[in-house]
């Protein structure tokens, strides 16, 4: 970051002050209570409400959830990406390093172009992103990702900087990163840039944010070869943040005000700083070598098949296996006494005949 010399002073205390925190956010159970209901909606009208312009952005949050925000500037490699933020800051007294995608406005246009108006993020950013966990490592500093991204830039120069090396980079940054971390999806989670920076202990969705592994108009176009079908498809994608946690994506739901975060920015903020201090307590009195390890076991195991799944579909299969047996047995005996073909007298006969094994023990050289 570029400083004027007389704010020098000033900005290298705020900095020292960020990175030696005195005090810590402590949990206390008392003061808990539970989130109101979350009111049920469309796939496609909530797609519709986390692409508003008017939604609040990440710069809101940053401005209005956290307090003497530092930010900091370039990836070390080549650029300095508009659509990250990264910075050191305070929420509850307690200092926290700020990752943030940031969707442009339109006023942004000449300084960030088509991508950073449309929130995709360069290899640049995820270097940037990269080095923001790096120095929360370095202080000791818990991390706050804010996911609002439709997902990286795509194109023969993204690869040609290192696109795919960046992200893989990032996840494993935050996957093995010896700090708290904490992700919140506050709009539009788009495949691998949601992905990047929401490898958290806990990772929170605001009501009426997305999560989804490809844009609806895209898999309508690629699945049925018509673009306008894409509310069927919002459906069959699961993105909802209701989905998302009955599947165990998210570890929790931000509640909105009722017509949406963009109808009260401000009272979106207040809940999601109320959330965001409540989880930070949390995750500061844990062991950081628990944390990590809690963190990889469970993204391991998301899309795996829990112990009643399994069970469930042993009997289901067990039931087919009954059900096919008996009907082999009946159309055998309704064909008794006719010269139609032979049938075997049980289920492990079928399975024999199918792998070609013969009753009779001996090779066709001792048959000969």
């Known amino acids: 970051t570029i400083v004027e010399r007389e704010h020098l002073k000033h900005e290298i205390a705020s900095v020292l002050d960020l990175i030696s925190p005195e005090f810590r956010l402590t949990s206390s159970r008392r003061n808990r209570s539970d989130n109101p209901a979350i009111r049920p909606r469309e796939a496609w009208e909530m797609v519709k409400l986390a692409r508003r312009p008017d939604r609040p952005r990440s710069r809101f949050y940053i401005d209005n959830v956290f307090a003497n925000f530092f930010e900091l500037h370039g990836d070390r490699v080549y650029t300095d990406d508009p659509s990250v933020i990264i910075g050191l800051a305070r929420v509850g007294g307690q200092s926290v390093m700020v990752i943030a995608q940031e969707k442009s406005s339109s006023s942004d246009e000449q300084n960030g172009g088509a991508a950073a108006r449309q929130g995709e993020i360069t290899p640049g950013g ?5 080095r923001g966990v790096i120095l929360a490592e370095t202080f000791k500093l818990p991390v706050v990702t804010i996911v609002d991204s ?14 795919a090396s960046a992200i893989a980079r990032m996840i494993d940054q935050m996957g093995r990163a010896k700090v708290p971390t904490l992700s919140v999806l506050i709009g539009e989670g788009g495949s691998e840039a949601a992905l990047a920076f929401g490898l958290a202990d806990r990772v929170l969705m605001l009501e009426n944010a997305i999560y989804t592994p490809i844009a609806p108009e895209r898999g309508a176009q690629t699945e049925m070869s018509d673009p306008g079908k894409a509310s069927e498809i919002a459906r069959a994608l699961k993105l909802t943040s209701v989905d998302c946690i009955e599947m165990g994506i998210v570890d929790d739901i931000v509640p909105e005000p009722e017509q949406g975060a ?6 979106a903020a207040r809940l999601l700083k109320r959330v965001l201090m409540r989880e930070l307590s949390v995750l500061t009195g844990t062991n950081t070598k628990t944390l990590v390890r809690r963190r990889q076991k469970k993204f391991r195991k998301v899309g795996e098949y829990g112990s009643r799944f399994r069970l469930a579909l042993r009997r289901e299969t ?3 296996q009954v059900g096919l047996a008996a009907g082999v047995r009946a159309f055998r005996q309704a064909g008794e006494g006719d010269s139609g073909p032979q049938f075997v007298d049980d289920e492990e006969d079928i399975a024999d005949d199918e792998i070609g094994v013969d009753d009779d023990p001996r090779t066709d050289a001792d048959a000969t």
């Open 126 to 130: 995820f270097r940037k992103a990269r």
């Open 150 to 163: 439709p997902g990286p830039r795509l194109g023969i120069d993204m690869e040609q900087r290192g696109l």
């Open 262 to 267: 963009h109808a009260s920015p401000d009272e």
């Open 318 to 320: 067990k039931a087919w």
